[in-house]
């Protein structure tokens, strides 16, 4: 069992920023590929950005590339998400989650454990 608890959310301006964290527990950390998910009102949750077990490989949605990174600290079992230049779409619910797949993994199924999401709200 991994539980994953997000942090970092809040209300931005259009064009701010925020970094969100990911604390993970349970299971060794570095086992586990990792992503961020959001999930706006009346929307599908939806792929934004995936790192595999040793940071070294990452991938993101279009919609979100060269705006957001993702990285993780193993050492402090932490997964982060910077978001820079923000725009009113960004808003949702941001959650984390954890793979036991291999590589970077962007679909939603093959994710094993969530997190209780941490809200985004940018406003214009």
């Known amino acids: 069992q991994v539980q994953l608890v997000e942090s970092g959310g809040g209300l931005v301006q259009v064009g701010g920023s925020l970094r969100l964290s990911c604390a993970a527990s349970g299971r060794t950390f570095s086992d586990y590929a990792m992503g961020w998910f959001r999930q706006a009102p009346g929307k599908e949750r939806e792929f934004v950005a995936g790192?595999?077990?040793?940071?070294?490989?990452?991938y993101y949605a279009a919609s979100v590339k060269g705006r957001f990174t993702i990285s993780r600290d193993n050492a402090m079992n932490t997964v982060y998400l910077q978001m820079n230049s923000l725009k009113p779409e960004d808003t949702a619910i941001y959650y984390c989650a954890a793979s036991r797949s291999i590589g970077v993994v962007t679909a939603r199924n093959r994710y094993d454990y969530w997190g209780q999401g941490t809200q985004v709200t940018v406003s214009s």
């Open positions: 790192i595999s077990r040793s940071g070294t490989s990452t």
